[in-house]
Structure formats: structure tokens, C-alpha cells
């Protein structure tokens, strides 16, 4: 039995989303689509100005600690334990970082 370190493993993940951040970014079209999910969707627990309701903040201050790629594994996964849901089914891992990167600016949306 191979034992495999957590530490290797996250690195190895966090490897993968650095290499998948460095792909273009989605159609303008598409991008449109993301930012109507943002606010219908996703504002829906986080508020609709982005400000907090059921789910915490998504500004930059409160965002600031965390990088773009765990913002977009938890884009894509969700929070076990928590009312976030994984959005996988609806976006792709080139989409949820687009995302992330655009939370991490300041985005009304």
C-alpha cells in the first residue's frame, strides 16, 4: 500500500490550477452569462450587492486572504457542511477561476 502525503497532494492541486489559471478566459458572451449567475445565483446567499446575507462577503477585503485558486475549488466544490453547493455542473475550471479573479478585483455585479 503506497501511502501519499496530504501536503504532496495539495501541492500537486494547487500546481494544477496555477497551470489551468494561465488559459484564456472565457468568450465576452460567456462572460456576460458568469456575471448574471454572480448576481442572480450566487447573490442569492451572498446578497445581491455582494455584501453578505446567508453566506459571507465576496469583496476584496474580506477575499483578500485567499488566492484565486481556492476561490475557484470552492467555486466548483462548495463547502461540505455549509449551504454552498458545488457549481461544477454548470461551469468549468477555466470558468470558476475567471470568476474567482474577478471577485478578487471588486466586481459589482
Request: with cysteine.
Given at each position: 500500500m503506497i501511502r501519499v502525503d496530504l501536503t504532496i497532494l495539495v501541492a500537486i492541486a494547487l500546481a494544477?490550477?496555477?497551470t489551468a489559471s494561465a488559459?484564456?478566459?472565457?468568450?465576452?458572451?460567456?462572460?456576460?452569462?458568469l456575471l448574471y449567475l454572480l448576481k442572480h445565483d450566487c447573490g442569492s446567499c451572498?446578497?445581491?450587492?455582494?455584501?453578505?446575507?446567508?453566506?459571507p462577503?465576496?469583496?476584496p477585503q474580506q477575499l483578500q486572504p485567499l488566492?484565486?485558486?481556492t476561490l475557484s475549488?470552492?467555486?466548483l466544490h462548495g463547502r461540505p457542511g455549509t449551504p454552498m453547493p458545488s457549481w461544477k455542473p454548470f461551469l468549468s475550471?477555466?470558468?470558476a477561476l475567471w470568476l474567482a479573479s474577478q471577485l478578487k478585483q471588486g466586481i459589482q455585479p
Open positions: 494544477i490550477c496555477h488559459s484564456a478566459e472565457p468568450a465576452s458572451s460567456r462572460q456576460a452569462e451572498h446578497g445581491m450587492r455582494l455584501e453578505g446575507g446567508l453566506g462577503a465576496l469583496n488566492s484565486i485558486e475549488m470552492t467555486i475550471q477555466e470558468e
